[in-house]
Each structure stands twice: as C-alpha cells, then as structure tokens.
C-alpha cells in the first residue's frame, strides 16, 4: 500500500516538476525574444535617425511620405530595391516607383547601396512598432534596450541550464518509479558522476589533455578582446559647436574639400579655421524656420541652432552688430573622431588625388550625418581588404604603363589591385 502511494506522490511530483519547467522555458524564451525585438528596435532607430530623419516622419508628411508601418503598404523586396537604388528601380519602369517621383515633383531621393538587407529589415521593424517604450521616470529607451541586450545571452544560458536540470530530475524520477514496480535497482546519476571524478583525478592524461585544451580556450578568449582594443567603429561624440554635415555637405552639396582643403595635398585632411566657417556665416546668422538637426536624443531647432552660429561669431572674433572682427578670437576645441595608431601611417592625398578614392570610401555617408561617427573600423583587416579589392587604374601614366603590363600578365588579369601592385608590404603602412 505504501509502495502505491509513494508511485502516486512521484508522479504527481513529475508531472508538476514537467509543467514548472515547460512554464519556466516558455517564460525565457519569451524574454529572450523580446530582447532581440528590442535589440533590432534599437538599431532601426538609429539608422533611422542618421540617414532618414531629415526626410521622413514616422506619423505625418515631412520632406518624403511619412513611414509609420510602411510595411502594410509596400512589399518588403519592393521596398529594399527603392532604399538601394531607387533610380535603378525607375530605370526598371516600375510603375510604383516612377508615380512617387513625380508625386515629389522628380525630386530624388538619396540612394544607401551601402545598407544590407538586416540593415533594411531593422529599420522597417522600428517603423512599424515605432518609439521604444519607457519603463521608468529616470530611463530612457535606449536604456531599457542596452538591459535587454545584456541580458539576453545570459537568459539564454539559464534557460539551457534550467532544461538541462529538468531533464535530470525527470530521469531521476523515471528511475524511482521503474524500481518502485519492481525493476532491478541500478547505481544512481550521482554515483556513475562521482566514479567518473575518481577516474579523472587518477588519469595524468586527463589532466593534461584538460590544461591545453583550458589554455587554447583561454588564449582564444583573451586574443578575441584584445583585439577589440582601439576598434572605435560608430564612436559619436558630442561637439563643442552643432555642426551638421546633413545641412552642410548634403543640402547645402558643399564639397569635403572646401573645408577639408589639405586632404588632396598632404597627409592629413585637416581641421577647417573659423575664417573657413565665416566665409558663408558673415551673411548667414540664423537658419530657416524648418531646419532641425539631431543631436544624439535631441532634435534642435531653429532657436537651438541660431545659438550655435552664435558660438561660431563669438569664437571667430566677429560682431554680428556692427559686421566686423574684434580681433577676440577663442579656439573650438573639436573632438577628434577619427584616430589611427602611431605606428599606422596613411596619407590622405595618396588616396584621394591619387587613388580618386571619395571621402565616402573611409568615412561612409557623411553628407547624411547630423553628427559625425566613425563608420568604418579601420583596422588593419580592413585596410588589407580594400587593397585587395581596389582596382588600379593606371591608364595615362607612361611612368607605371610597363609596371602594370609585367603585372597583369604575371598575375593573369586586366587590371591589378593595389596589393598586387605592393599595398601588402609592411613598409607602406609601418615603417
């Protein structure tokens, strides 16, 4: 009789122990998802804001159609195909594509070839569930989404380890129950674990099999960190003066070159003077009513960024009252953004005069940025990468015609890369 109801009492102990630990992974397993809806959530959001926000709302018409849940209306590869190339798209003679220029009055939208489809895809998902939701007075979203992404592989790993436990007490009990109808009893789970452990303490083999396979592992970790050290990609900070490129570079199709004169002449691209600034800003003291920039959270407007220009005069020395310098000038104590190691050298002229190589190429769509960040890694892999990939193009240079013939003949091709013409040796970046 007893032997009956220890069965029962199991049994119900299984079948709870099996409903706790289905609840218990379903639970975390939603947790982890909504980690990874939070984590596209937030960088949709950022995309967004440096390459859409200038034209596009979410919730009304701005300078294009307002995007809130623009993936009921469109057709998801439609809609990449516009975001990549929507000229290529008119080209095609898509009807859709062709009536939304002329309902624009032909005005063409910027083309973003540099963005892959999960880039797309985040920013459609951020249009369609909109602004991250606050969870308290005192954070932000953002926050609330760092929370999430940090968490989201440790739930991962208690949720494996919690079905790992589930699975071995369910056995253990399986096992009770068996003997309690009469099989034969057998050495229990923590019985064949602990001969296991007096096996492993007497095998010298074992442990020296453990040790290198604990210093790989070790070695693995710690060589992945280290070179992570000094990769600032997407590193933004905040500017003394609100400088936009969007306006400047993109609205307004100021070339890079006119403030950045020296990049075509010398090693660096130099840091434009105020009286480079001022050359516009003597007849431009307030922008117009509609202009709004984004500044990390923050979206200024025109009462914010009359105040910036503000900050340019009073650094310049000039007095907007009476149109003169006074000779009072305070220098911008700009934060640098982009930083290569001492030991790297690169020479900027080498690359844009004479590799006709654009600013885009290193520093990505600058003309769409509010703020500047870096957008590339600029490691020493990636350098190597492009030198693979960039074609020379040798063509009216009598001095390096024979060079490039040995070459494409040595190498069987039409036209030699920069690491085939010696963009490998390790003295043309370290010397």
């Excluded at 050495?187 to 040790?211: E, I, M, Q, Y």
Aim: proline residues 3%; aromatic residues 8%.
């Amino acid at each position: 009789m007893k032997s009956v109801e220890k069965h029962s009492q199991l049994t119900r102990l299984l079948l709870k122990s099996f409903t706790f630990l289905l609840i218990f992974s379903m639970s975390f397993s939603l947790q982890a998802q909504d980690s990874v809806d939070a984590e596209r959530q937030k960088e949709g959001r950022k995309l967004f804001k440096s390459l859409c926000s200038s034209c596009h709302k979410l919730d009304k018409k701005f300078v294009g159609p307002a995007l809130g849940k623009i993936e009921e209306k469109r057709d998801a590869d439609w809609l990449k195909a516009w975001i990549k190339d929507n000229a290529a798209l008119r080209a095609s003679g898509d009807a859709d594509a062709i009536a939304i220029f002329d309902e624009y009055k032909g005005s063409p939208m910027t083309a973003f070839p540099q963005l892959t489809d999960k880039n797309i895809e985040d920013i459609l998902y951020y249009t369609t569930v909109g602004e991250p939701k606050k969870t308290t007075a005192a954070g932000d979203a953002d926050a609330t989404v760092t929370v999430a992404k940090e968490a989201s592989p440790w739930l991962t790993r208690i949720l494996i380890a919690i079905i790992v436990i589930g699975i071995l007490i369910i056995a253990s009990l399986l096992k009770t129950i068996s003997e309690l109808k009469g099989a034969p009893k057998t050495p229990g789970l923590a019985s064949n674990v602990n001969d296991l452990w007096v096996g492993f303490k007497r095998n010298t083999f074992l442990h020296v099999l453990l040790t290198i396979f604990l210093a790989l592992t070790t070695a693995y970790v710690l060589f992945g960190v280290l070179f992570q050290v000094g990769v600032d990609e997407g590193y933004q900070p905040i500017q003394p003066i609100a400088f936009s490129h969007k306006i400047h570079a993109g609205d307004n199709k100021i070339d890079c070159q006119y403030c950045h004169s020296t990049a075509k002449h010398s090693k660096t691209s130099g840091i434009p003077s105020t009286n480079v600034c001022m050359n516009c800003h003597k007849n431009i003291s307030e922008v117009a009513e509609d202009t709004k920039v984004t500044i990390g959270e923050q979206v200024l407007g025109k009462a914010e960024l009359d105040k910036e220009i503000q900050k340019l005069y009073k650094a310049a020395g000039w007095d907007a009252d009476n149109l003169t310098y006074t000779g009072k000038t305070q220098p911008v104590k700009w934060v640098r953004v982009h930083n290569l190691p001492d030991f790297a050298y690169f020479n900027h002229s080498q690359h844009v005069t004479v590799g006709g190589q654009k600013c885009q190429t290193c520093h990505g769509p600058v003309e769409t940025m509010d703020e500047v960040y870096q957008f590339s890694p600029l490691t020493m892999g990636w350098c190597i990468d492009c030198h693979k990939e960039t074609k020379v193009d040798l063509k009216g240079n009598a001095y390096y015609t024979k060079i490039h013939e040995e070459l494409a003949k040595k190498y069987g091709v039409k036209s030699v890369t920069v690491a085939q013409l010696g963009g490998l040796e390790c003295g043309k970046c370290h010397y």
